[in-house]
T-cell receptor
C-alpha cells in the first residue's frame, strides 16, 4: 500500500464530540485528499491539500475542517460530530496532477 | 458538474469469461480517468490510469480504453478468475485551471462476482 497510513481504523464517538482523523504518508507526495464513502453516494471529496498549509474545500465540506502542517500529515477534524457523518473515510495522495491517486485503507467512523 | 455513471451496477459471470465494465462521464473535458478495485472492507487499489491523450492502457489481463468525445471508458477483463471478484470503480479527473488539484469524481461502481 503506497505508504499511506490512516488512524484510527475504527472509531465510535458520541454526537457533539470533536473527532480528528489522521492521514500519514511516506511518499513525499504534494497532493492529499479526504473522501467519504456512503452507500448510494459512492466516494465524495471532502477537502484536499496541494501543499503544506494549502487546502481547499471539496463537494461535501460542511462540518469538516482540515490542516496540513507537514508534507506527510493531513488531518481531518469533525468539530462536533453528527450522525450524518457516520461513514467510511478515505485518504488519498498524488504526486502530481496527472498521476495516479493512491488510497489508504480507510477509517470507519460511527457517530452514535 | 461532472457526473460519472457505471453500468451495470452488478455482474455475475462464470470463471473464464471475458467481460467489459462500462463507465460514462458527462463532461468530456477530463484530464485523466482512473480505474480502481475495492475489496469488501478495504481501500481502493489503483488498476489503470489513462491520460486524456491516450486511447488505452493495459496491465496484465486488464485493458482500459478511453473515448473522450463520447464520454466513455471501458475496462476489459480477460479470462476472469474468482480472485477478480470485487467492486470496480472508475473516476474522472477534470481539467482544472485554478492551479490547485481538485479531486476525482467517482462512479458508484460495478460489483463483480466471478463464479468458480
Amino acid at each position: 500500500d503506497a505508504g499511506i497510513t490512516q488512524s484510527p481504523r475504527h472509531k465510535v464517538t458520541e454526537t457533539g464530540t470533536p473527532v480528528t482523523l489522521r492521514c500519514h504518508q511516506t511518499e513525499n507526495h504534494r497532493y492529499m485528499y479526504w473522501y467519504r464513502q456512503d452507500p448510494g453516494h459512492g466516494l465524495r471529496l471532502i477537502h484536499y491539500s496541494y501543499g503544506v498549509k494549502d487546502t481547499d474545500k471539496g463537494e461535501v465540506s460542511d462540518g469538516y475542517s482540515v490542516s496540513r502542517s507537514k508534507t506527510e500529515d493531513f488531518l481531518l477534524t469533525l468539530e462536533s460530530a453528527t450522525s450524518s457523518q457516520t461513514s467510511v473515510y478515505f485518504c488519498a495522495i498524488k504526486g502530481a496532477e496527472n498521476t495516479e491517486a493512491f488510497f489508504g485503507q480507510g477509517t470507519r467512523l460511527t457517530v452514535v | 458538474k461532472q457526473e460519472v455513471t457505471q453500468i451495470p451496477a452488478a455482474l455475475s459471470v462464470p470463471e473464464g469469461e471475458n467481460l467489459v465494465l462500462n463507465c460514462s462521464f458527462t463532461d468530456s473535458a477530463i484530464y485523466n480517468l482512473q480505474w480502481f478495485r475495492q475489496d469488501p472492507g478495504k481501500g481502493l487499489t489503483s488498476l489503470l490510469l489513462i491520460q486524456s491523450s491516450q486511447r488505452e492502457q493495459t496491465s496484465g489481463r486488464l485493458n482500459a480504453s478511453l473515448d473522450k468525445s463520447s464520454g466513455r471508458s471501458t475496462l476489459y477483463i480477460a479470462a476472469s478468475q474468482p480472485g477478480d471478484s470485487a467492486t470496480y470503480l472508475c473516476a474522472a479527473k477534470e481539467e482544472y485551471s485554478g492551479g490547485g488539484a481538485d479531486g476525482l469524481t467517482f462512479g458508484k461502481g460495478t460489483h463483480l462476482i466471478i463464479q468458480p
